[in-house]
């Protein structure tokens, strides 16, 4: 791979609530929101660090057989310039009682703040602090999809 495309590979989880707002993360250092997730570690399959992630993160233990593949998407990496950003990305479906958590969780390890969006942003100034793959990508998706 040559200098001029850059990529850095990640997993990234979407999860909605009840009323189909999508939770996303700010990282501590970083003005901008993305997806719960992250960089897989060595020997991790993409469903392993997608619950690892967000068990870390946000302190919800997903139950790997409620994630939902979305696919590979790409977009510019928020938080370093000149890089893309390639998600393996998925959709989990909280169960019942993990809803009930949606309301009091609270952030962990790098992250600094929670919030929760919707995915049919309409105005620009709604996305400004959303990363690319969130506004191009995984919102766009969302927003025709039913909830799970």
């Known amino acids: 791979m040559d200098s001029t495309h850059r990529v850095v590979n990640v997993c990234a989880v979407a999860i909605r609530n009840r009323d189909g707002l999508v939770l996303t993360v700010r990282k501590r250092g970083?003005?901008?929101f993305m997806m719960p997730g992250g960089k897989p570690e060595p020997g991790?399959?993409?469903?392993?660090?997608?619950?690892r992630e967000v068990s870390e993160e946000i302190g919800?233990?997903?139950?790997?057989?409620?994630m939902h593949h979305l696919g590979l998407l790409e977009a510019a990496a928020l938080n370093e310039a000149g890089f893309t950003v390639r998600a393996e990305t998925f959709e989990y479906a909280p169960t019942d009682e993990q809803h009930e958590q949606l309301a009091t969780l609270v952030p962990h390890a790098e992250i600094?703040?929670?919030?929760?969006?919707?995915p049919a942003m309409s105005s620009?100034?709604?996305s400004a602090l959303q990363a690319p793959l969130n506004t191009e990508q995984i919102f766009p998706l969302l927003a025709r999809t039913p909830l799970p």
């Open 30 to 32: 970083s003005d901008g």
């Open 44 to 51: 991790e399959t993409p469903l392993q660090t997608a619950c």
């Open 60 to 66: 919800l233990t997903p139950d790997p057989d409620r």
């Open 112 to 118: 600094a703040e929670l919030r929760w969006v919707n």
């Open 124 to 126: 620009p100034s709604d």
